[in-house]
């Protein structure tokens, strides 16, 4: 019942920028916290970034990043369109993956084992 749709990657060239989209639900935003992972063949999935739920921040949420992400990648949401936004910035080949979007019920967490929803993924490559 929960459907999140991820949309904005493609091929960059190292050092430049793309916007990730994830579509869902007005009920989903409010009520779930909102995570990045991503995952390149061969290796294990891993935490980018997360958002608050609207219900415990309807602000600009409460956000966790990953180490790599920081000063790099921004989480937003845009609560109106019901989408949580990922800001890539200074893009580096070992940035290449396939994003995933998810959704947890309970936790604001980088762990994916808290996640309910994925989506389908959108794959970023970025060339050197």
């Known amino acids: 019942q929960v459907e999140l749709v991820e949309s904005g990657g493609g091929l960059v060239q190292a050092g430049g920028s793309l916007r990730l989209s994830c579509e869902t639900s007005e009920r989903t935003l409010r009520n779930y916290h909102m995570g990045w992972f991503r995952q390149t063949p061969g290796k294990e999935r891993e935490f980018v970034a997360a958002i608050s739920s609207i219900v415990v921040d309807w602000s600009s949420g409460r956000t966790v990043y990953a180490d790599f992400a920081k000063g790099r990648f921004t989480i937003s949401r845009d609560n109106a369109k019901s989408t949580v936004y990922l800001q890539l910035n200074s893009l580096k080949p070992e940035d290449t993956a396939v994003y995933f979007c998810?959704?947890?019920?309970?936790?604001?967490?980088?762990?994916?084992?808290?996640?309910?929803?994925w989506g389908q993924g959108t794959q970023v490559t970025v060339s050197s």
């Open positions: 998810a959704a947890s019920q309970n936790n604001l967490s980088g762990s994916d084992a808290e996640y309910d929803y």
